[in-house]
């Protein structure tokens, strides 16, 4: 069998992080329309407030985890760099999104901001495997 060694923690780490973020924001739009009609306001707000908890600490450690990251085997070709620099634009306005989209109380904003984060944080995801293979 392989050995895991640092980069394997580092790597681990930097897709848990991706997993939880991304795909609990997956999860939480397939689940709000049903939970909607079943609990009202009431369920989904519970809800939100569960998965900011757990997804913030997860935007976190994607940060964390990227510096580690960068600092270990960054490339220093333009390629790269604009590539990264282009990640973290979109990785910056992906939380900024979901800020809106927690502050707001109007639905269409809800929905916008919602939907906005989501295809932004798809978009690093995409960008991060783009790095991983340059
Ligand atoms: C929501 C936020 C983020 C998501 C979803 C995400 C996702 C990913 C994914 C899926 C990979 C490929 C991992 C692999 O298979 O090796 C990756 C790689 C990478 N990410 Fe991120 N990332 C996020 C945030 C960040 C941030 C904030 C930084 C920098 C500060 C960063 C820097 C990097 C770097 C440098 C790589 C290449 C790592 C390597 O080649 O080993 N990421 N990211």
């Given amino acids: 069998m392989l050995s895991p060694t640092l ?3 580092r790597v681990f780490l930097h897709v848990l992080a991706a997993a939880v973020w991304v795909g609990g924001q997956i999860v939480v739009a397939g689940v709000v329309p049903g939970l909607r009609k079943s609990s009202g306001s009431e369920g ?10 757990v997804a913030w600490p997860a935007f976190v450690l994607s940060l964390l985890t990227g510096m580690w990251s960068l600092l270990d085997n960054g ?9 990264f620099g282009i990640k973290f634009l979109f990785y910056i306005a992906a939380g900024a999104a979901a800020v809106a989209h ?5 639905r269409p904003i809800i929905a916008a901001t919602g939907a906005i984060g ?5 978009i690093v995801m995409f960008l991060g495997t783009l790095l991983t293979n340059a």
């Avoid at 989904?44 to 908890?53: D, E, V």
Wanted: zero cysteines; glycine letters at 4%; charged letters at 25%.
């Fill in 75 to 83: 490339d220093t070709s333009t390629e790269y760099s604009v590539t």
């Fill in 118 to 122: 989501l295809v932004f944080s798809l």
């Fill in 7 to 9: 980069d394997t923690v």
């Fill in 44 to 53: 989904t707000k519970s809800l939100a407030n569960g998965f900011a908890r």
């Fill in 102 to 106: 927690a502050r707001s109380d109007k």
